[in-house]
């Protein structure tokens, strides 16, 4: 959120299309209501300056290389310092309600009207979130959307083989809080256990990637 609403919002930049960055780079450069601290045409250099210099607005490609625009929001949502993301895409699909779970503040579609861009950006940077219409009913049909923010990453971990002693390091908890936050994940997705968790969740993850196709 803004802190002063006479200070310019600081944004940065990150399409893999060079002709939509420049575009956007000049619309937003002009601007006054902004400074544009930086543009990327990857996730990792989106990453790489958000770590070192303050942004407050992320405008970003859903299928940013390599990371991809969800991963990149995944990465930095934990982090107190992180921007708000506007994700600017296709509008068609699924794609509105994919960033939404992922964490954006906002989607604008690559359809519309460049201003319509700006003004999401200002909007989010305001605190809101924008979007277009979604159906929610479909958002809460998913079991992964139940889960919390913490217990998503602790999903995530233990896809990639950590064991809860590992879990317990990484996240900076007891091996009886990362059992209590795995029950409540079983719980949550009908699971029985680790493997069948970990087998959700790359399920999961394969029709995600259906629906950004």
């Known amino acids: 959120m803004v802190e002063n609403p006479g200070s310019p919002i600081n944004i940065m930049l ?3 299309n060079p002709l939509v960055l420049s575009a956007m780079s000049e619309i937003f450069d002009k601007d006054t209501r902004f400074s544009l601290v930086a543009t990327s045409a990857t996730a990792e250099g989106f990453l790489g300056t958000v770590m070192r210099v303050p ?3 992320g405008v970003v490609e859903w ?3 390599a990371l991809g625009g969800a991963k990149l929001i ?12 506007v994700v600017y895409g296709d509008a068609a699909g ?9 964490g954006a503040a906002g989607f604008a579609p690559r359809s519309g009207e460049i201003e319509g861009l700006v003004e999401t950006c200002v909007d989010v940077a305001a605190g ?7 159906d929610v009913r479909q958002m809460q049909q998913d ?4 889960l919390s923010r913490k217990e998503k990453v602790i999903l995530e971990a233990l896809s990639s083989g950590m064991s809860n002693r590992e879990l317990s ?6 091996t009886n809080t990362v059992k209590f936050h795995l029950s409540n994940i079983y719980e949550k997705l009908s699971v029985k256990n680790r493997a069948q968790a970990i087998v959700y969740y790359y399920s999961s993850q394969t029709a995600g990637m259906k629906d950004r196709d």
Do not use: C, H, T
């Open 14 to 16: 990150a399409d893999s």
């Open 55 to 57: 942004v407050q607005v």
């Open 63 to 65: 299928n940013l290389p």
């Open 74 to 85: 995944e990465v930095l949502r934990e982090n107190e310092a992180a921007p708000r993301f």
């Open 94 to 102: 699924d794609l509105p309600r994919l960033a939404m779970q992922a």
């Open 128 to 134: 809101k979130m924008v979007f277009p219409f979604i």
């Open 143 to 146: 079991p992964i959307y139940s």
């Open 169 to 174: 390091k990484s996240l900076q908890i007891s």
